[in-house]
């Protein structure tokens, strides 16, 4: 009866205006349909009413009474007022009247968000289980919402495994990031940079001078002493 009573008063409230958010809501009226739970004692949690928007109960026990399921704190502005500073408005940047600053994360007033700014909604960011609060999860060099359209995954530094961070194979070697061999000469991306870098074998000057160091002396012996037995096919 009670979460009857409950989904009635959220009904109600959600007809005064198409636009509603979570954080328009008359939470104490929701509160107030659960008496026991304000004797219990807990942390503060956020419950989601709405797709992408919550609010903020006192405990744990409200989310269980009124229905709703619990999510990441992240859904719940600071103080529950959906502004991110206290002040009211639902603009996220406080001066209310919906002219959402995009830096400030939430531009199309959606109560959703994009609160770091990396091109991904808070809400996509949950289902990827990134942090919506770093734009650049694994700190690779791509933000997540780059490793989104790269095909790379946004939790790992070398999705392919091939000792090349995702930002540096798309960014600086223009390799593909999620195939560990791109050219598929039989080595690694990270071999391959490894020896353009190196560059070609020296070549020695004169007969004899294995180690190309200009003249034969003990050291070439010495080279060649540490060969000595391999099979040459």
Known sequence: MKQLF??????????LTSNTVA??????????????????????????ILEGSGVQVPNACYAECLGFPTVGPWFCEDDG??????????????????????????????????????????????????????SDTDDDGLTDGE???????????????????????????DTDPTNADTDGNGLSDALDIAAQIAGPPATPLCEGDLNADGSVSVSDILQLLGQFGNTCE
Request: hydrophobic share 30%; aromatic share 2%.
């Open 6 to 15: 409950a989904f009635l008063t959220l009904a109600l409230a959600l007809t």
């Open 23 to 48: 954080q328009d809501i008359n939470v104490d009226s929701l509160l107030a349909t659960c008496p026991a739970c304000a004797a219990v004692e807990g942390d503060p949690v956020c419950i989601m």
């Open 81 to 134: 007022t959906g502004d991110g500073d206290g002040t009211g408005g639902g603009d996220d940047n406080g001066t209310g009247g919906g002219d959402d600053d995009p830096a400030d994360g939430d531009a199309d007033g959606d109560g959703v968000g994009d609160d770091d700014g990396d091109g991904l909604t808070d809400t996509e960011e949950g289902d990827l289980g990134t942090d919506p609060e770093d």
């Open 147 to 173: 490793e989104v359209a790269e095909g790379t995954d946004a939790n790992n530094q070398d999705t392919d495994g091939d000792g090349l961070s995702d930002g540096l194979e798309v960014g600086v070697f």
